[in-house]
């Protein structure tokens, strides 16, 4: 009866709109081939991992970690060629730059507006902030509805704006022109999400010089890095300076600063990888394609986004876990995304062994 009285506690003062919410859902991955979170897939050559723990072995963890983490930011400068004009702050990933950004902006009738489908997170943090979200529909084939955006951003004038390019699921970009038009309608600030940057040729980083209400968000995770949690948020100093008063001291910890600043050293391993994924998404995209009762879309990301006949992508999804292998079910996030399954670009190995698979299942 602790139980009912520590029960009757929580509904008394946790929020109520909180207590409706679910946690996000990660599923167990354990022994499964995992295509469900945009990882790479490749693990660390011999040598580099060898340096690598040699580095670890002369880390002391007893000192809090730099609460700047210059290193990494020099670092990220570099390889992402990010000049001195614009300042940087990290993020615990890039979950944790939405949920600051978010939490800079938020207030009484303050809006977070993105496209659907998109990144979740935006708005999963508009309800943990209890910020209102507006979701604007992509159109049936995800590409941006520029006319409802304008109407939408006109009417609501939200704070804050989220734009993932290219988009998480639907792996598409929604052209510059587009782009242009919302970041210059947008009363508030615009993020624009690059995740995926590193697998496609847009590149968004100069468009700070022509847009006072732009920020650039990226990350380390799809590159080979997604166990780190690093994420980058790149903008004007005034803009930046703000979000970082609501950084919590010593957000990077010291693990994932030595590491990522070893990485970022020896980032053409990574490059190299990426290089690499891109042409298996291609060949994925045609295996896939080749195969009855699916429809593939377009990819710039490291993934590919399908459609199953009516009703099938809970099967599918199901028998593939039955054969050992994990994608995203998202059948159900949203209407547009109904029958579709997201599938990680993978090693020729366990892209194979996904088509098999799937050729099993559909016959
Ligand atoms: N933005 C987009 C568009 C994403 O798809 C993801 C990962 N699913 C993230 C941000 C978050 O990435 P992380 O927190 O690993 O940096």
């Known amino acids: ?33 995992k295509l469900d979170a945009m990882e790479n897939p490749y693990t660390w050559p011999d040598a580099l991992r060898h340096e690598w723990a040699d580095w670890l072995g002369r880390t002391d963890v007893n000192r809090y970690p730099h609460p700047d983490a210059p290193k990494v930011k020099a670092g990220l400068r570099e390889v992402m060629n990010i000049g001195e004009e614009w300042d940087i702050l990290l993020g615990n990933g890039s979950d944790e730059l939405i949920q600051l950004i978010a939490m800079a902006l938020a207030g009484t009738g303050r809006t977070i507006l993105a496209p659907e489908p998109s990144f979740v997170m935006y708005r999963m943090i508009a309800q943990y902030l209890d910020m209102d979200y507006v979701g604007v529909p992509l159109t049936a084939n995800f590409e941006l509805d520029l006319e409802t955006m304008l109407a939408k951003i006109e009417r609501e004038q939200p704070a804050l704006v989220f734009l993932a390019q290219p988009n998480n699921p639907t792996g598409n970009l929604w052209g510059d022109e587009k ?62 300076e703000q979000v970082n008063k609501l950084r919590l001291p010593y957000n990077i910890n010291s693990l994932t600063q030595l590491t990522a600043t070893f990485a970022l050293e020896h980032f053409e391993v990574f490059e190299q990888q990426t290089r690499e994924l891109v042409t298996l998404r291609s060949d994925l995209y045609q295996a896939l394609k080749a195969l ?51 599938i990680n670009v993978s090693s020729p190995e366990e892209n194979s062994a996904l088509v098999q698979a ?5 016959g």
């Open 179 to 240: 782009l242009r038009r919302i970041i210059e309608a947008a009363p508030g600030l615009v993020v624009l999400d690059e995740a995926y940057t590193a697998f496609t040729q847009a590149d968004y980083l100069g468009w700070l010089e022509d847009y006072p209400n732009l920020l650039i968000m990226r990350t380390l995770s799809k590159v080979g890095l997604a166990g780190l949690r690093l994420g980058i948020l790149i903008g004007h100093p005034s803009w930046i």
């Open 358 to 362: 799937l050729q099993g299942i559909l």
């Open 1 to 33: 009866d602790l139980r009912d009285l520590v029960d009757t506690q929580v509904q008394r003062w946790v929020r109520t709109d909180i207590q409706k919410l679910a946690a996000y859902p990660v599923p167990d991955a354990t022994g499964l081939i």
């Open 292 to 342: 009855p009762g699916l429809t593939v879309f377009e990819s710039e990301a490291n993934f590919l986004l399908v459609r199953t006949e009516p009703g099938q992508a809970p099967v599918i999804h199901q028998a593939l876990k039955d054969a050992g292998i994990l994608i995203k079910k998202l059948d159900g996030a949203h209407p547009l995304l109904a029958d579709c399954l997201r």
